[in-house]
């Protein structure tokens, strides 16, 4: 009895659940549960994302010496520390959206060399896939730590080469010793030793020579096999303030095409060199040396990734004038279409088929296909959407890569002058880029099936509101002729027509 008492059932519950299970579903309830699937799709569409890259460091070089039996003290046999590994940026035709890119994207260090004459090895390179249609824009580098505290150092060998004296003095540059620290590595207890001894300044003066060489070997690698970091005038031995993010980079390119499978993709910033082993530092009469190199840097990179979807046709309009349905009639897209303001909330991408009579293709159609279009349907504009209104005007950046833009305007009862409709959407195009509206090149009267029902005197007034669009779509787009189709997405009446003029449109590339 307590348990029953205890255990109302399903039945019991409270709050919209109640209502489902009860058959009860109010709209309310089936509004709140349509906007949480829509704002849940909505997240997986990511079009403009900042991703710091880090390339791998380098693996240090190893101190060590030979030894077996009988032999105490043998030869030098570090080994050099592993590069690290790379970062690249692949454009991939199966991704539509930047939602999986990491925020942060590091690739793996190269490992330390040791003892035996056995190299480290190098860090596994990472990549980044992006969408077709992205743009990549360096915004400088990132605070490099490792690159901060030995860059003073590698600055001044760099410069001292020049003037042959790189050994430097402790005692009036203490954070000049600091940084030293940072680039040489030393048998245990040599520290202080290996900086007094005159091996040193060789190997020092060795080690300036071998910088010199790495830089002129990046600097001479043809431009392809340049990472964006070091165009963006950055290298891990150039010698400059490392700490500093800078805004001075610039540099940007746009993916438009896939990337071929045989080809890494664009190479961001390149992994650290890996440190020189022991024996690196073998002079003629210094047979034991004592030290060797950290790995370098690997090359870090601030970057903006905008997704910009390229399409032949884009639809545009207010919300509810029946983008969504037009798409979903001249495509496969499942588009969502609903009677509420901004159901759309990210572009949809759909694919026309044409036959050859330049007819839409059907699922089963026989006919082979001669034509594909790729049309985006765009969330509504409202008036100030520049001014961050409605959903604002951020997802116009898509309608920069659509070759042509066709307005869609409702000419349903409620709308008494669509041509007022095409000035705002107009207005707003303008205020996002100037002369994006000259794209506009065709008209949809949508909804054409709301006007003349019934009467006669119905239908004139029906043609009535069709030739003051016409009129108002001429005065708005003079000297330009832009045709005006009437159309029933809904009802699929007049999509041939309207079918056949879209292949044809005035395309700006
Ligand atoms: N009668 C009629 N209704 C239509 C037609 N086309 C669309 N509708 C209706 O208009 C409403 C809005 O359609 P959507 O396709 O979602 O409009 P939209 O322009 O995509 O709207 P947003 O995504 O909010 O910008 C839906 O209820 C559709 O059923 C049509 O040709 N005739
Ligand atoms: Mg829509």
Same mark, same amino acid.
């Given at each position: 009895m307590a348990c029953a008492r205890l255990w109302r059932g399903p039945f019991a519950a409270r709050g919209p659940c109640a209502l489902r299970v009860r058959g009860v579903a109010t709209d309310a309830h089936v509004k709140r549960k349509a906007d949480m699937a829509r704002n849940r799709k909505a997240r997986h569409f990511v079009d403009t994302l900042v991703v710091e890259v880090q390339a791998g460091h380098g693996g240090d070089g190893c101190v060590s010496f030979h030894r077996e039996k009988y032999v105490q003290i043998g030869p030098a046999a570090g080994g050099h520390g592993g590069a690290g590994g790379d970062v690249y940026l692949r454009c991939d035709p199966s991704i539509h959206s930047l939602a999986r890119v990491p925020k942060r994207v590091v690739a793996q260090n190269g490992t330390h060399g040791e003892g035996g004459w056995l190299h480290g090895r190098g860090g596994r390179a990472a990549t980044i896939h992006v969408p077709v249609g992205t743009t990549v824009r360096s915004l400088g580098w990132t605070t490099n730590e490792r690159l901060a505290q030995a860059q003073p150092y590698l600055a001044h060998v760099q410069s001292a080469r020049a003037r042959k004296a790189v050994t430097i003095d402790v005692a009036t540059t203490p954070e000049l010793a600091h940084s030293r620290s940072c680039v040489w590595r030393h048998f245990p207890r040599f520290e202080e030793d290996n900086y007094e001894r005159a091996h040193f300044a060789a190997a020092e003066a060795k080690l300036a020579q071998e910088l010199h060489a790495y830089r002129a070997m990046l600097r001479h690698l043809p431009k392809a096999q340049q990472s964006v970091a070091s165009q963006s %005038?950055? &290298?891990?031995?150039?010698? %400059?303030?490392? &700490?500093a993010r800078t805004a001075e980079a610039g540099w940007s390119l746009d993916l438009l095409d896939p990337t071929p499978p045989s080809e890494p993709g664009v190479l961001l910033a390149r992994g650290g060199a890996g440190g020189f082993g022991n024996p690196h530092f073998l002079l003629e009469r210094y047979h034991a040396p004592k030290i060797a190199t950290r790995g370098m840097p690997g090359e870090s990179l601030l970057l903006a990734l905008e997704y910009k979807q390229p399409s032949d046709v884009g639809l545009v309009g207010l919300p509810n004038a029946g983008k969504s349905t037009l798409l979903r009639c001249l495509s496969r897209a499942d588009a969502e279409v609903g009677s509420y303001s901004f159901t759309t909330l990210r572009p949809n991408l759909g694919v026309m088929h044409l036959g050859a009579d330049g007819r839409l293709l059907g699922a089963h159609s026989e006919q082979p296909e001669s034509q594909r279009l790729r049309v985006a349907d765009m969330p509504g504009l409202i008036e100030d959407a520049s001014r961050d209104r409605g959903l604002g005007h951020d997802f116009l950046r898509h309608m920069e890569r659509c070759s042509a833009l066709v307005a869609v305007v409702d000419m349903g009862p409620l709308n008494p002058r669509p041509g007022m409709d095409l000035v705002i959407v107009r207005r707003e195009l303008e205020a996002y880029r100037a002369g994006l509206s000259d794209r506009i090149a065709l008209v949809v009267a949508n909804k054409a099936d709301l006007l003349g029902e019934g009467s006669s005197s119905a239908r004139a007034e029906a043609q009535d509101k069709l030739a003051k669009l016409r009129y108002d779509v001429d005065a708005l787009f003079a000297p330009r002729t832009v045709p005006v189709v009437p159309i029933s997405a809904k009802l699929r009446l007049n999509i041939d027509r309207l079918v056949q003029q879209l292949p044809r449109l005035p395309r700006h590339d």
């Open positions: %005038r950055w &290298t891990a031995c150039e010698p %400059r303030n490392a &700490t």
